[in-house]
């Protein structure tokens, strides 16, 4: 066991405390979250949601230092190729779930994001079994960075209110988080659309066959 695959184990440890800890605890709603008194690091709004927050911020992370590991020093693994990718939606759309559940987001956008998740793993699968490879575009990754930004914006609201803690109030605060947040979704809305179906015309071959 490599550390690029160890950090990739490590990060699926992260989605399970990220569960537990939404799933036990009693998280702010954002309407409460918008009329909070002031918050500092130390002392959140919502210790649940803190704690969620920093374990998918370190998750992202993890997710981009695993794969820089692998490829730099040749640790690239069968096993690796598997559990990264996996490792990413699982965490992803977790958090998605969660938000639509505290109606921090659309129902329809979720169902959009794991439909294309789904769609994609297994035009992989089809490829492999065929002796083909389907390589992460460009899209994808915007796409993967922009729902990563709207799940730490989201996060970081419940966590910690509408008067957040400098230096990442923009986050959270009044029009400018709602901006923010709004900016991120329905960009990470698009991408997920169009490399879904970037995919599907790639992988219209392995459909057909």
């Known amino acids: 066991m490599n550390l690029p695959n160890s950090i990739t184990l490590t990060r699926l440890v992260m989605v399970l405390i990220f569960t537990v800890t939404l799933a036990v605890g009693d998280t702010a709603s954002s309407a409460a979250a918008e009329s909070a008194p002031l918050t500092t690091w130390f002392a959140p709004l919502s210790l649940p949601a803190c ?31 598997l559990l990264d990718p996996l490792a990413d939606k699982i965490l992803v759309c977790a958090a998605f779930v969660y938000l639509s559940s505290v109606d921090m987001c659309p129902f329809w956008v979720t169902i959009l994001i794991l439909f294309r998740e789904f769609l994609v793993t297994g035009l992989r699968q089809l490829a492999a079994l065929k002796g083909e490879a389907m390589a992460a575009d460009l899209t994808g990754k915007w796409k993967t960075g922009l729902q990563l930004g709207f799940c730490i914006a989201c996060l970081f609201h419940l966590a910690y209110g509408g008067n957040a803690p400098q230096p990442l109030r923009f986050l959270s605060i009044g029009d400018g988080g709602v901006w923010c947040r709004a900016f991120f979704l329905w960009g990470s809305v698009l991408l997920t659309a169009w490399s879904g179906l970037h995919y599907l015309v790639r992988g219209r071959k392995l459909l057909h066959g």
């Open 51 to 81: 704690i969620a927050l920093w374990v998918f911020i370190t998750g992202a992370i993890s997710d981009f230092l695993d794969g820089h590991l692998a490829r730099k020093y040749g640790l690239v693994t069968n096993l690796g190729k």
